[in-house]
């Protein structure tokens, strides 16, 4: 599975950012997508996922400020950012979970300026 995003930049505080993913390769069985982040010095972290039914889970940290949504036929996962803040500030990896296995893209950095 290969695992193409877009989407990063920069962008003041109170802002929105929307991320974009798709996957392509052996996409056959793939069930959760989504997005993690790493901020400097910070372990990676859960942002938000979304299962092939449209079952969604966010971090406490993001409820109601961004919502996921996902194209199955497009094999594609969206991440629209609202109300950022500087604590989003991250690089932002999409990942596909596809028969137990976890498949990750190449980060896209996140600046949200105070």
């Known amino acids: 599975v290969q695992l193409q995003a877009s989407g990063g930049g920069m962008v003041q505080a109170g802002g929105s950012l929307r991320l974009t993913c798709t996957a392509s390769g052996s996409i056959f069985g793939i069930n959760d997508m989504g997005w993690y982040r790493q901020a400097p010095g910070k372990q990676r972290e859960m942002v938000a996922l979304?299962?092939?039914?449209?079952?969604?889970q966010y971090a406490d940290s993001v409820k109601d400020r961004f919502l996921i949504s996902r194209d199955n036929a497009k094999i594609m996962v969206t991440l629209q950012m609202n109300r950022l803040k500087p604590e989003d500030t991250a690089v932002y990896f999409c990942i596909a979970q596809n028969l137990g296995d976890d498949f990750w893209g190449r980060g896209t950095l996140v600046t949200v300026s105070s």
């Open positions: 979304i299962s092939f039914a449209g079952i969604q």
